[in-house]
């Protein structure tokens, strides 16, 4: 079946420090990928996405490329802010419409 | 738009009572989807429905668990005879459907169940 492994956290990093965030999927036909961010005390919400092969997404200043070759989706900023700080989900979804599958999740804190 | 709502957004429970919790979508989405999250961990899907009709269910959803949509507007979702293990923050989300493109999912702030 589908799965999203993330890179094991918490991540804390101080103000302008570069990001990276790993995540590689399984997936049985050819997924989209998403990242979604939760803030504290909100809802999920979409922070980028790539729907084909090589395709970018950026949000926010966050980035992250579709490889297929390496079936990654690395999430990337060059300088983080401490309003950053949240917790990260990459997740995929094949089909049009069809449900996410989410990897755990990666709590990010950023230090002023 | 006035995004999904969730209602309750915390219920505390105790072993074997049955819970109960309502979605409202944004209006006009066809497309509804159940998620659990537990402590640590990322979502995981439970049901979808397109209009009235629950068109897939994980094996997550067990028996105790039911799920409707009666007019495509609304859902619920209702678990009997509670379990400590059914503790979760349970996520709504809503997309429209169309024959072109892939839809964002908007989720709801999510109700959190504790079961004592």
């Known amino acids: 079946g589908d799965s999203v492994t993330q890179m094991e956290g918490p991540v804390t990093l101080s103000e302008e420090a570069f990001l990276t965030i790993n995540c590689t999927y399984t997936a049985t036909g050819y997924p989209s990928l998403f990242w979604y961010v939760q803030y504290p005390g909100e809802g999920l919400q979409l922070l980028l996405k790539?729907?084909?092969?090589?395709d970018k997404g950026s949000n926010k200043g966050f980035e992250a490329t579709y490889r297929k070759e390496t079936t990654s989706f690395h999430l990337e900023k060059g300088s983080v802010q401490v309003s950053d700080s949240a917790v990260y989900f990459c997740?995929?979804?094949?089909?049009?419409?069809?449900?996410?599958?989410f990897g755990k999740g990666i709590t990010l804190s950023v230090r002023p | 738009d006035t995004g999904v709502s969730q209602d309750p957004r915390h219920k505390i429970t105790k072993r074997g009572q049955n819970v109960t919790f309502r979605c409202d979508p944004i209006s006009e989405h066809n497309r509804l989807y159940w998620y659990r999250q537990t402590l640590g961990q990322g979502p995981e899907f439970l049901t979808y429905?397109?209009?009235?009709?629950?068109?897939?269910k994980s094996r997550l959803l067990s028996d105790r668990f039911s799920a409707e949509r009666p007019k495509g507007s609304f859902s619920t979702l209702e678990i009997q005879r509670t379990e400590q293990g059914d503790s979760a923050m349970y996520l709504c989300?809503?997309?429209?459907?169309?024959?072109?493109?892939?839809?964002?999912?908007?989720f709801g702030p999510g109700t959190r169940l504790t079961v004592t």
């Open positions: 429905f397109q209009n009235e009709a629950q068109l897939e």
């Open positions: 989300a809503s997309s429209p459907v169309g024959t072109i493109g892939t839809y964002e999912q908007y």
């Open positions: 997740a995929l979804r094949t089909g049009a419409n069809s449900k996410l599958t």
């Open positions: 790539a729907t084909k092969a090589d």
